[in-house]
């Protein structure tokens, strides 16, 4: 990272999407803003439209790439953990709307599994809530025999927030990082993979998920603006 260059950092949050530009010194030199709110549908339901928040994170970065006159040297992001969706990998385009991390539909079904829940928090490190993302996953596929039986194949992607977006960004490879991975009640902390008790118990297909990936590293070469 020479003087001129800037890391690009992108904050995915539940109302807004914001972008910065940081120097050597970790000081903002610009920052853009875009709203980019979610759906309270009542009774616990709370939807996102994913392709929004993409635009949303689009024009976000294009404000702040507009003020940029070096070059960028890497980009972070930070989204809604817990927020989880399921899209076509062919299209990219989400077959029902997200969940957002505050919708709780899935209440009754984290109720039932009570007499799993010290099993599930020494694997990982989680207690039993309808927060977290396999039980939206689930949930998800539930709405359509034909959704989960491709996800079954590897036919239809799954996973938080921060894996379609990084599908997206990098036009195609479906990752998912640790520590976002750790919020789906999915990820066992001593093995850093897919457990295959918590895939059964949550009735998620392990096809359906994103390569297990440390938190930063090189994942590839964003192009899109």
């Known amino acids: 990272m020479n003087a001129e260059e800037s890391i690009l950092s ?4 539940t109302s807004f999407v914001k972008a910065a530009l940081m120097g ?21 339901r709370v939807e996102i439209d994913a392709i929004s928040v993409m635009a949303a994170l689009d024009n976000a970065v294009s404000l702040t790439l507009a003020s940029q006159a070096g070059g960028i040297c890497g980009i972070s992001l930070a989204t809604q953990r817990s927020t989880a969706l399921a899209w076509n990998p062919r299209t ?22 009570q007499r799993h829940e010290a099993k599930v928090e020494r694997k990982t ?6 927060h977290y993302a396999a039980p939206k ?3 998800i596929l539930d709405q ?7 996800a079954e194949k590897g036919g239809l ?15 195609g490879p479906h990752l998912q990082d640790h520590t976002n991975g750790q919020r789906t009640l999915l990820l066992n902390l001593r093995t850093l ?33």
């Open 10 to 13: 992108i904050d995915v949050g």
């Open 157 to 171: 992607r799954a996973g938080t927030i921060s894996s379609f977006l990084i599908s997206r960004l990098l036009a």
């Open 24 to 44: 050597r010194d970790l000081k903002i030199r610009h920052l853009s803003r875009v709203s980019c709110p979610s759906q309270d549908l009542g009774e616990g």
């Open 137 to 139: 996953i689930s949930w």
């Open 193 to 225: 993979d897919w457990d295959p008790w918590l895939l059964r118990l949550f009735r998620v297909p392990r096809a359906c998920l994103g390569n297990l990936i440390p938190a930063s590293g090189n994942l590839g070469r964003v192009r899109r603006w």
């Open 125 to 130: 490190g989680l207690r039993l809530s309808p």
């Open 92 to 113: 990219g385009e989400p077959v029902h709307p997200a969940l957002s991390w505050q919708d709780s539909r899935t209440s009754p079904v984290i109720q039932k599994l």
């Open 144 to 150: 359509n025999l034909a959704w989960r039986r491709s």
